[in-house]
């Protein structure tokens, strides 16, 4: 477990009062959240608690039905398409699968966004690439392909391609997923490395508690599209909530039916109105 990083006065990434919906389902109520400089936030949840879709939104991959997304002072839901762009320069994501281009080698993959976003000569990039291997523990592995990378070494290629522009801010997306316990761990560490590296703010969302409690300075904890709890390790760990110790015990949650509801959805005919 990591030691609570002092926070910083200045959130980098603050959502206010977020809602969205899915065609006529609203997924998230309300959702409110503020990220320091430097701090590694989790955010945790069930699935179908709504952790995805706060991090699409964080993204600026979704629009939002109401509310704000702000990254680093500027709120994503108002500014251009082309200023959009500019500040993803500063922005680095490390997708669930990796999402690495299978006819490209690990190098072609990481230097990609130098390609794309900058000038810099070939030798250049070579070095910076070489650089972000080695801070991943993957030096010399620039000529391989994708296929022949373990689940592990591909997560970690992937980090290096998330890392080469230096970003301000850094995004999982369940990190720890179809790894074995050892790998998982290992990514771990990786993280922590890369924060104290690079001095980048950290968002990871996942379901792994292990991984939770091993990397956090915060936790925020969703269920249903609702904050349930922002805190710590140890504030989360002695978190009373109900919902929340169903979460860290894996207690299967009580699900209530409403037989008229349910034979309406059945149906297909309009659910009654309630309250």
Not at 10 to 17: G, K, L, N, R, T
Not at 32 to 39: A, Q, R, T, V
Not at 201 to 229: K, Q, Y
Request: aromatic content about 2%; glycine content about 8%.
């Amino acid at each position: 477990m990591t030691t609570t990083k002092k926070i910083s006065s200045e959130p980098v990434i603050e959502v206010q009062d977020l809602v969205a919906h899915y065609g006529s389902r609203e997924v998230l109520h309300g959702i409110n959240l503020s990220i320091h400089d430097g701090e590694i936030m989790v955010i945790m949840g069930g699935s179908g608690s709504g952790k995805s879709t706060v991090l699409r939104h964080m993204l600026g991959l979704n629009t939002p039905s109401s509310g704000a997304v702000k990254l680093l002072g500027q709120d994503i839901t108002r500014i251009t398409s082309k200023e959009i762009d500019i500040l993803r320069r500063n922005i680095g994501v490390s997708f669930q699968g990796g999402a690495l281009f299978n006819s490209m080698t690990v190098g072609e993959n990481i230097i990609l966004p130098l390609r794309e976003h900058t000038q810099l000569d070939e030798k250049t990039m070579q070095i910076m690439c070489r650089m972000k291997l080695e801070l991943v523990s993957l030096a010399g592995f620039e000529d391989l392909m994708p296929a022949q990378l373990s689940g592990g070494m591909v997560k970690r290629a992937a980090l290096a391609r998330a890392i080469i522009m230096d970003p301000k801010l850094l995004f999982f997306d369940e990190p720890s997923a179809g790894l074995d316990p050892v790998v998982s761990a290992e990514l771990d560490e990786l993280i922590l490395r890369i924060r104290q590296a690079m001095k980048t703010t950290i968002v990871v969302v996942t379901h792994e508690l292990d991984s939770t409690f091993r990397i956090a300075d915060r936790i925020t904890v969703l269920d249903e599209g609702n904050v349930l709890m922002v805190g710590t390790v140890d504030e989360v760990r002695n978190s009373k909530n109900k919902r929340i110790m169903d979460l860290l015990g894996r207690r299967v949650r009580e699900i209530k039916i409403d037989a008229e509801e349910y034979l309406n959805r059945l149906t297909g005919e309009q659910v009654r109105e309630t309250g």
